[in-house]
């Protein structure tokens, strides 16, 4: 209460009256002089027909007026209190009676003018939030304390709810972010007054039906068993009602869940009032089959009364607001960051993160830098946290059938495009390395979801891709330990793997984290052959021009398929199928395509750590090969580094350069995986670097001296006494 000012709450004494274990009369009193009404009388008759056994009077007093009613009829009793014989003949009636009026007194306590519903949901929906919240280090958990994005969909679902529309959809691609657009709308909407969002998991206590899960929050609230049928009545009556709206969130609504998805449109249909919304959080594919049912060619129900939110990679101003979220934690990016497209999903930059928070220098007062673009560090911490963990052999199981449904020819289309962005496995792969046992378990860990692809069939995905991408490393450094043997197989090998990882999300990670791993399977002469090496320094990235006539199939996540035709005249016409609208590209904006990145990608992540050539013979270290990694791979005329889905959100600024090169300017910060190598390399070899550096401005090489130019400019500016040095490259 404000002390400054006149501050006053009405309150009501309830009283009721026992004798024993017998419960004889409710009071329900009133402020001295002040009328009693049909409400009054309504409140008291509401909580003597909750209780059982019921008291068989009520009594309404306001200390000068005071009338008696019969619990069960309602009626005013004339006579006043009634004698003792009358009294035990209302007791021996209200143990008899049934509790058919019950679900009016619930709608009378839990009505528009109670705050009662209003605070014991919000109260559930913040123990629910309790619940889904851990530390760093627990992959088990959507949310982590004191880190949360504010994403721009939760002001457009907030203004949806407050729209004509019953059903509003959260959706978007898998650990896109989608589950913090629910919590920042009922963390958003807690003091609110015309509005209160019930948070449930469709895969919790929610599963049996939306209507349960209501009766089991309002009957903890107030103390009695209400059944879903009584719960739903109440729903309905709320929804009449002029008071606040109730928004009931549903986290996380599968394929698998058709109870809820039944309910749903029985509560959101046409008989339902204004009062009660429902916002669904689902991947698209299921809000796909909810809006336009098993044949996708009819709108159904949903359609109509709803609307879709779509949530999607973190754009700038979300980007930016996540790096002063984890500044305040006193963790800080390279410049460049902000053009790795991988950090614009919010799960990337949390495994990131994780890596270092925590730890004992952060404790003591440290900070934290980390690398401009996605590294093998995410692999480091991911094998340090799963120790011993049941998850990390249902991430191998999982990783096993996605590598098979990898080497399958028979897979659609739609499914290779989209799964180079996300881990995906065909059931009937899935049924070869699983049981339905052991699917369930992965679904109930969170390791893996469901989508549909293009025919309207379920596909699993992976729902923690850090570590299905460091058991996928695993099993490809075993199968490339049994493909080498002599020279031949070792190129053989080297092309395997490069065909594999150039459609694996995070490939040149995987691929570069897969030879390390093979070093550790390797007993008696551990290591990777020159002719391997070579294989892989000889497969260049080459630039192709797209040649009329030209067909090809894209997958853009934010926006789907595209089809893209190159007319006899050079324009490449895109369109999206089912849409009648097309996008021209004239020959001079984009007459060509980049081909053959992987294996360069791959030596890029390799080279950030020392490589020690070894001469079998004597036995003997012979020299580094890093330096001539880079002194090569640093010479390509195109970015290195795997192409952006969003090219206006995370495209990087070019100087054009001799001979069609392609530079990146340094403004953009380091945003090329062989640069970040190359200030690793600068850093660790700082006084014996001179000899390399004089041999690498003599091939006088525009893209290598101007990636050098970057790594020795990121150098500088994170050590203040190299920042005094002057570096002057010709």
């Known amino acids: 209460m404000d002390g400054a000012s006149s ?10 009256i026992e004798k024993g274990s017998q419960r004889l009369a409710i009071l329900e009193l009133k402020k001295p002089g002040q009328p ?18 019921r008291p068989p009077i009520v009594v309404v007093s306001n200390g000068t007026d005071t009338r008696c009613y019969n619990t069960h009829t309602g009626e005013l009793m004339d006579g006043g209190l009634p004698n003792e014989t009358d009294l035990v003949a209302l007791m021996t009636a209200a143990l008899k009676i049934a509790d058919s009026d019950l679900r009016d007194a619930i709608a ?19 123990q629910t939030l309790d619940d889904l919240t851990g530390d760093w280090n627990d992959p088990h958990t959507p949310f982590t304390t004191n880190f949360h994005i504010s994403r721009k969909a939760s002001v457009d679902a907030l203004k949806a709810l407050r729209g004509p529309r019953r059903v509003i959809a959260i959706e978007g691609a898998p650990l896109i972010g989608k589950s913090h657009v629910l919590r920042e709308l009922a963390i958003g909407t807690e003091t609110a007054d015309d509005m209160a969002v019930l948070l449930v998991e469709a895969s919790g206590t929610a599963a049996t039906g939306i209507a349960e899960e209501v009766a089991r929050l309002l009957g903890d609230a107030v103390g009695w068993r209400i059944s879903a049928a009584e719960a739903r009545h109440w729903l309905q009556q709320l929804s009449r009602t002029n008071g606040p709206t109730l928004v009931i969130a549903i986290d996380a609504l599968g394929l698998e869940h058709e109870a809820i998805r039944g309910e749903l449109e029985i509560l959101s249909a046409q008989g339902m009032g204004a009062k009660l919304k429902f916002v669904i959080e689902a991947d698209t594919s299921v809000i796909d089959r909810l809006w336009l049912g098993e044949s996708r060619r009819k709108e159904t129900p949903f359609a109509r009364r709803g609307v879709r939110v779509e949530v999607e990679k973190l754009d700038d101003e979300e980007f930016d607001h996540a790096l002063r979220v984890l500044d305040g934690l006193g963790v800080d990016f390279m410049k460049g960051a902000d053009k790795a497209d991988e950090y614009r999903q919010p799960w990337v930059l949390h495994a990131m993160a994780a890596n270092v928070i925590g730890d004992p220098m952060m404790e003591q007062g440290m900070s934290a830098v980390l690398p401009p673009l996605l590294s093998l560090s995410l692999f480091h911490h991911t094998r340090e946290h799963f120790v011993q963990d049941q998850l990390v052999e249902q991430a191998a199981t999982f990783a096993r059938a996605v590598l098979d449904d990898h080497g399958s020819d028979d897979r659609p289309y739609d499914i290779r495009l989209r799964s180079m962005h996300t881990f995906m496995v065909r059931k009937q792969t899935m049924r070869d390395h699983a049981d339905a046992t052991e699917v369930g378990d992965m679904v109930r860990s969170g390791l893996i979801g469901t989508v549909l692809d293009d025919k309207n069939r379920a596909v699993f995905t992976g729902r923690i891709p850090e570590l299905i991408a460091s058991e996928l490393a695993r099993l ?10 002599n020279d031949e197989q070792d190129r053989d090998a080297a092309d395997w793997l490069v065909g594999i990882i150039a459609r694996l999300p995070l490939g040149d990670v995987i691929g570069a984290m897969s030879l390390f791993d093979l070093l550790g399977l390797q007993v008696e002469t551990p290591g990777l052959s020159m002719s391997f090496m070579n294989q892989l320094l000889k497969r260049s990235p080459s630039i192709r021009p797209l040649k009329p006539g030209t067909r090809s199939v894209m997958w853009v996540p934010s926006v789907g398929q595209l089809d893209m035709f190159v007319r006899a005249d050079g324009v490449a016409v895109v369109k999206r199928p089912g849409y009648a609208g097309t996008v021209e590209i004239d020959p001079s904006e984009g007459s060509v395509t980049y081909a053959d990145l992987d294996a360069w990608l791959i030596l890029s992540h390799l080279a950030s750590q ?7 013979e004597h036995g003997q270290i012979v020299g580094q090969m890093e330096p001539a990694i880079l002194g090569l791979i640093g010479t390509s005329l195109i970015p290195l580094r795997r192409a ?24 953009d910060g380091i945003v090329e995986p062989v640069t970040f190598s190359l200030m690793l390399f600068l850093e660790r070899e700082l006084e014996n670097a001179d000899d390399w550096l004089q041999e690498a401005c003599d091939e006088k090489s525009a893209p290598l001296l101007n990636r050098i130019s970057q790594a020795l400019y990121m150098l500088a500016g994170m050590n203040p006494n190299l920042a005094k040095a002057k570096v002057s490259i010709r």
């Open 476 to 485: 490809i450094a075993a199968e490339l330990a049994g493909r080498m043997d």
């Open 36 to 53: 009693l009404n049909a409400d009054d009388v309504a409140q008291g008759l509401s909580y003597a027909r909750v209780l059982h056994p």
């Open 7 to 16: 501050s006053k709450r009405r309150g009501r004494l309830d009283i009721l």
């Open 610 to 616: 020392p490589i020690r050539m070894l001469n079998l």
């Open 644 to 667: 952006p889905d969003d090219m206006a959100r995370s495209g990087l600024h070019t100087h054009d350069g001799p001979n069609g090169a392609s530079l990146a300017c340094r403004d």
């Open 108 to 126: 009378t306590l839990m009505g528009p003018g109670s705050d009662v519903w209003m605070a014991a949901l919000r109260a559930a929906t913040q």
